[in-house]
């Protein structure tokens, strides 16, 4: 079992930044391809962006490609999601996502592990 823990989230305006954090249990953190969803109030959950085992590849929806990197420390046991130039339309709940299977992955479906979600606000 591999708990998940995000952290990083809150309020900024358009244009600001973030970074998220999620941090994982266990000793297997290398083993598996981590990514991030979000939710907005009303609407399905949906990719953001995902990076193999060891970060050599990367995937990302295109309403972020250019303003949010993804990255992870395998010393650490924690993935990152640096997101800026946000936009209000960014306002959502992000949820950091363990996949035992895929390389990187754009779909939810085969997901093992969530973390519990972070909001994410931005004011315009």
């Known amino acids: 079992q591999v708990q998940l823990v995000e952290s990083g989230g809150g309020l900024v305006q358009a244009g600001g930044s973030l970074r998220l954090s999620c941090a994982a249990s266990?000793?297997?953190?290398?083993?598996?391809?981590m990514g991030w969803f979000r939710q907005a109030p009303g609407k399905e959950r949906d990719f953001v962006a995902s990076i193999s085992r060891f970060g050599r590849n990367t995937a990302y929806a295109d309403s972020v490609k250019g303003r949010f990197s993804v990255s992870r420390d395998n010393v650490k046991n924690t993935v990152y999601l640096q997101m800026n130039n946000l936009e209000p339309e960014d306002t959502a709940v992000y949820y950091c996502?363990?996949?035992?299977?895929?390389?990187?992955?754009?779909?939810?479906?085969?997901?093992?592990?969530w973390g519990q979600g972070t909001q994410v606000t931005v004011s315009s």
């Open positions: 266990g000793r297997t953190f290398s083993t598996y391809a």
């Open positions: 996502a363990a996949d035992t299977i895929r390389d990187t992955f754009t779909s939810g479906r085969r997901i093992d592990y």
